[in-house]
Nanobody
Framework: QVQLVESGGGSVQAGESLRLSCAAS????????VAWYRQAPGKQRELVAS???????NYADSVKGRFFISRDNAKNTVYLQMNSLKPEDTAVYYC?????????????WGQGTQVTVSS
């Protein structure tokens, strides 16, 4: 059974930092692209950052230069370092990965972790 568990969210002031973690079980993260998404109240879920098995990264324009995604394959964990946080970064942050199965491509999501940034 695949399980993704996010942690590290919280309430901070604008300008502060947080580091989110996504720990996986039941799946080998090292061979997968892993992404962080976020969803603010009343808005659609959006891609924040992703990292491939080869450690190539991609970021939403809104977080470039402030957020950094990394992975520790030995711990089967992906991180999102969030610096210079802004109130508009307030959202529930979700970890995601995909795997091809006999039933096709399956998406796996964590339960989400709340990030609240106050001005």
């Amino acid at each position: 059974q695949v399980q993704l568990v996010e942690s590290g969210g919280g309430s901070v002031q604008a300008g502060e930092s947080l580091r989110l973690s996504c720990a996986a079980s039941g799946i080998d993260f090292s061979s997968k692209t892993v992404a962080w998404y976020r969803q603010a109240p009343g808005k659609q879920r959006e891609l924040v950052a992703s990292i491939t098995s080869g450690r190539s990264t991609n970021y939403a324009d809104s977080v470039k230069g402030r957020f950094f995604i990394s992975r520790d394959n030995a711990k089967n964990t992906v991180y999102l370092q969030m610096n210079s946080l802004k109130p508009e970064d307030t959202a529930v942050y979700y970890c995601n990965t995909r795997r091809m199965t006999a039933r096709g491509l399956l998406d796996y999501w964590g339960q989400g972790t709340q990030v609240t940034v106050s001005s």
